[in-house]
């Protein structure tokens, strides 16, 4: 009877014997102290920002955030979409400097040029990373579920957020919410607020992309490429010629969305490998469209007008430039994506938050320009622009991560593309 007892297997719901809890509890409070008193020793001290990082990391759980599509994970996928995150917020604290006849040939005017020309590649990396991904998705093709669960996605927190911008420009104005206003607004394609337009012509391509998928499937490499051109004619190659000669102005009317053509584009250079001649061609094509891009600001504006020509979404520079980095980031930062590392993870938690980001990030910019008003005075431009940058960007970041952590905040003013 005895010996039985002392055999008798533990379940969960029986208490432990008190001998051996007290043993363990002795066991695990020595075990906490030396887990403290190890960061204290000299060799382990060196490392506690590692350490601490780390533990940050831990914190960071996806789970909270949720599972995405389950496709293959690409490193180099979210680190673009990362750098495409901040890009944008890098464009918009320099647009209004750049745009301002004022500074036009000062040394202000000219850094906001050269990172223009930069910062300009994020909208287009956006949806070349789409491409990718959608059309290398074998889902797409079940069109109901893919419209549902897709768009649900998109719409619910645009949505949210536009509703959320259309009360602070209510606020600033001073005037009462209008519903006819914001239904006019929204139904116009434009938004409450200057940077909602992508979410417009993301949802307008994710409609014809399980038919885009199917065309693409049953073509080669070859009538891929040339389908490419042939989107990019009418928005991208005409308008290129017209504006390096005026003898003749060609003009064919729209033929398709030309930023589908940056959705092909991105689905070409991820799914194909190139030859070394191949990767040098497009790595000087992006370093023309970059240095196209800076004169082609400085030769066609003045002090009188300010003519960025070549800022236009579906520009050749932006081509040249996205498509070039792209391929880079693909060569030089994996295929496959690993959950060890701290890059590769940070990487995909901001991945999975870049939607909020790019949602929420104006009015935390908007906070910034209204609260500190006098620094541009106070510092000077170039210093407020890193000031605004660093604040939006921590700030959004922060604010869409503690979103996440909510369930229910996640699906209203999260989610995903």
């Known amino acids: 009877m005895g010996q039985g007892h002392r055999h008798r297997r533990e379940g969960p719901g029986q208490p432990e014997p008190q001998g051996r809890g007290e043993g363990s509890r002795r066991q695990g409070s020595r075990r906490r102290a030396s887990q403290i008193s190890i960061l204290y020793e000299p060799k382990i001290r060196r490392n506690f920002s590692a350490l601490f990082l780390h533990y940050l990391m831990e914190l960071w759980d996806m789970k909270a955030i949720g599972n995405a599509a389950q496709r293959p994970a690409y490193l180099y996928i979210d680190i673009l979409r990362c750098i495409a995150t901040y890009l944008v917020i890098a464009l918009h604290c320099i647009s209004s400097y750049l745009a301002s006849s004022s500074l036009f040939g000062t040394p202000v005017w ?71 206003q914001f239904l006019l607004e929204l139904l116009a394609q434009r938004g409450s607020k200057y940077h909602l337009w992508f979410i417009y012509k993301i949802i307008a391509i994710y409609l014809l992309i399980p038919f885009l998928k199917k065309i693409l499937d049953h073509c080669k490499l070859r009538e891929q490429i040339l389908l490419l051109l042939v989107v990019m004619l009418q928005p991208t190659i005409f308008p290129f010629i017209n504006t390096v000669q005026s003898a003749v102005h060609i003009d064919f009317g729209s033929l398709i969305e030309g930023r589908i053509g940056f959705f092909i584009l991105g689905y070409i250079l991820g799914k194909y490998d190139f030859s070394s001649l191949q990767k040098r061609i497009l790595y000087l094509g992006g370093i023309a469209g970059f240095l196209l891009n800076v004169w082609g600001s400085f030769y066609y504006s003045s002090p009188q007008e300010m003519n960025l020509v070549f800022n236009d979404g579906c520009a050749l520079t932006h081509f040249l430039t996205a498509g070039a980095f792209f391929l880079w980031v693909k060569e030089h930062c994996g295929t496959t994506g690993s959950s060890t590392g701290v890059i590769p993870r940070l990487s995909k938690h901001i991945s999975e938050l870049s939607y909020g980001i790019y949602l929420s990030h104006v009015l935390l910019l908007d906070c ?6 006098g620094l541009p005075n106070a510092l000077g431009a170039s210093r407020s622009i890193l000031v605004f940058f660093a604040g939006t960007a921590l700030c959004s970041t922060l604010l869409v991560f503690l979103l996440s952590k909510s369930r229910g905040l996640r699906k209203l003013l999260v989610s995903g593309f």
């Open 368 to 373: 910034c320009i209204y609260f500190v008003r």
């Open 110 to 180: 000219w850094v906001c040029n050269v990172v223009n020309s930069i910062v300009r590649m994020g909208v287009p990396i956006f949806f070349m990373v789409s491409g990718f991904l959608l059309l290398s998705d074998e889902r797409v093709l079940d069109i109901p579920s893919f419209y549902t669960k897709r768009l649900k996605k998109v719409l619910i927190p645009f949505l949210c957020w536009d509703i959320i911008y259309f009360l602070e420009n209510c606020y600033l104005q001073a005037q009462p919410p209008d519903l006819r």
